[in-house]
Structure formats: C-alpha cells, structure tokens
C-alpha cells in the first residue's frame, strides 16, 4: 500500500509527470490530479490500520508490533521514500549529480521501503536484532538492485515492455547507473549487489532463506 502510494504521487505531474503506469493510464490521469493525491494520501494510512489490525488479529505482542510500525513510518517519511524523492527532484538537470548522489536518492527512496517490509516481517515473527540486521541488509542490498535493474531497462526495453515510459529519466535529466556506469558498467554493479544479498542470507536455514534468494535472482534478470 505504501508502495502504491508512493507510485500514484510519484506519477503525478508535481513529481516525475509520468501519464503512464503498469500499461495503464497513471492514477492522476484517469482520475484527475484531486483524487490521486487523496487516494495515496488514503493507502499511506491504509497501510499502517492495515498492520496494527493485523497484528492484533494474530496476538503479536505490543512492542514487535510498535517496531514494525516504526520501520514503516521511517521508511515512508523523511528517514526514506520523502527524503529520497527530495533529493531526486532536486537533482534532476544537474550534471554534478555522482554516485554517491546516487546511491543516497535510491537507499532512500528504493531500498528503505524494501528494508522496512521485510525487517517488519521479521520482527513480528520474533526475530532477535541480529537476525533483523541481516535481513535488513539483504533487502537494502535488494532495494539498489531492483533500481539498477530499474535503471538498466529504462535503457534497452521499450514502454510497452514496461508498462511505464520508457527513456523517461534520461529525457528529464537525471542521473541513472548507466549514465555515470555504463551499461555494461551498470549490469556489472548489479551483479555485485546480488551476490552481496545472497551473503546476507548464507546465515539462515537454507530452506527458509530459498524465496528470499529466490527473489533477489529474480529482480537481478527481470527483463520488465
């Protein structure tokens, strides 16, 4: 939900002013720009009634579910998806824009949400803050890859196989890892950040941590 906020608001022609999303018409496009705004303002709120419902429901004690509700709001404020977006806009245009640069935009505005969904996960079903830690670096790990895969297909897929406009970032002038990297470069980045999620994983029971891996190859060769 947090997510799909974020896309709607992100679409909107305020932000990055995409009129398309997922093969379809953007929310503010189909909608108008009144409802769009409120319909992410709705999810955001949507999702965390949605998580202390739920971990009432399931007798998750108090202060795991008051944890997961601190990872969400973080990673959806000024700790994460806010700043991140802030720092985008503010760079778009701006050839200074490096790596690091970079790296703060998508940590923030990519991977804190990932790391905030699967940190929450795992809080709730009791695991301790070394555990925790682990997996939050995975999905950090996991977050900068899904935006340098991101970044990579905005390159070489077209819009229709993206279901988005493709191209759209370069024309806009923002910095992406294939334009500071190279695409090879670019690819060769991502396939560092999949091995370095995998490592995280080498810890836990290999059963267990099979979808998790499975999910990190998945985002490392999607081709949409």
Known sequence: ?????????????????????????????????????LAGDAL?????????RGCAAAGVPADRALRAVMELGRAAGTGGVTAGQVADMEG??????GLAALEYIHAH??????????????????AGDAEAERVRRYAHFLGLLLQVVDDVLDVTATSEQLGKTA?????????????LLGLDGARAYAGELLAKAEAELDGFDA???????QLARFMAHRQH
Do not use: Q
Not at 17 to 30: E, F, T, Y
Not at 109 to 126: I, M, N, Y
């Open 1 to 37: 939900m947090i997510h799909a906020a974020s896309l709607i608001h992100d679409d909107m022609p305020c932000m990055d002013d995409d009129a398309l999303r997922r093969g379809r018409p953007s929310n503010h496009v189909a909608f108008g720009e009144p409802t769009a705004l």
């Open 44 to 52: 955001l709120a949507l999702a965390f009634e949605h998580v202390a």
């Open 92 to 97: 778009e245009g701006d050839p200074s824009v």
């Open 109 to 126: 505005k990519t991977a804190r949400l990932v790391e905030a969904a699967a940190v929450s996960g795992a809080v709730v079903r009791g």
């Open 167 to 179: 191209g759209k970032d370069a024309a806009a002038g923002k910095a992406t890892y294939p334009w």
């Open 207 to 213: 059963a267990r941590a099979a979808p998790l891996r």
